[in-house]
């Protein structure tokens, strides 16, 4: 009984890792081809792609945990998306949280996906009005 409970636990963490980890992804792709819609207006697109990765890797924990910052801090990043990309998945991973916790993350980065997924699309409909291919 006590084995089964532990394996049906241990279970549930690891699908509801894989449901992070996918979520994570997502956010990180609609993210990155948000920026690269702003190649279509500038001419060097280098210096954005620098603080758009400098930027993501600061806050969601991948240079420095983000348990090292002040508490005050960590609340504060986690109205950004950046934890959701890295830290949270981890989390979850390592079962750091409740099952109820577990849920509420996804369902912020779901949130996160959705947020990313419309402003992807809504860059990529501008951007096409700027495409101009010569010879096509």
């Known amino acids: 009984e006590v084995i089964g409970s532990i394996i049906l636990n241990k279970c549930t963490n690891f699908v509801l890792y894989l449901i992070s980890l996918i979520s994570a992804f997502l956010i990180s792709v ?8 702003a190649s279509f207006w500038v001419k060097e697109y280098a210096g954005i792609r620098v603080i758009r990765k400098g930027v993501a890797n600061f806050l969601s924990g991948s240079i ?3 348990t090292f910052f002040p508490v005050a801090m960590q609340k504060a990043f986690f109205y950004l998306p950046f934890p959701y990309m890295l830290y949270v998945p981890i989390q979850v ?3 750091k949280y409740t099952f109820n916790e577990t849920l509420y993350m996804i369902g912020l980065q779901l ?3 959705l947020i990313f997924a419309i402003v ?17």
């Open 93 to 95: 991973g390592l079962g």
């Open 120 to 136: 992807a699309l809504f860059a990529w409909k501008k951007a096409q009005t700027k495409f101009m291919g010569v010879g096509v």
């Open 111 to 113: 949130m996160w996906v």
């Open 30 to 37: 609609f993210y990155v081809f948000s920026f690269s819609m």
């Open 64 to 66: 420095l945990p983000l």
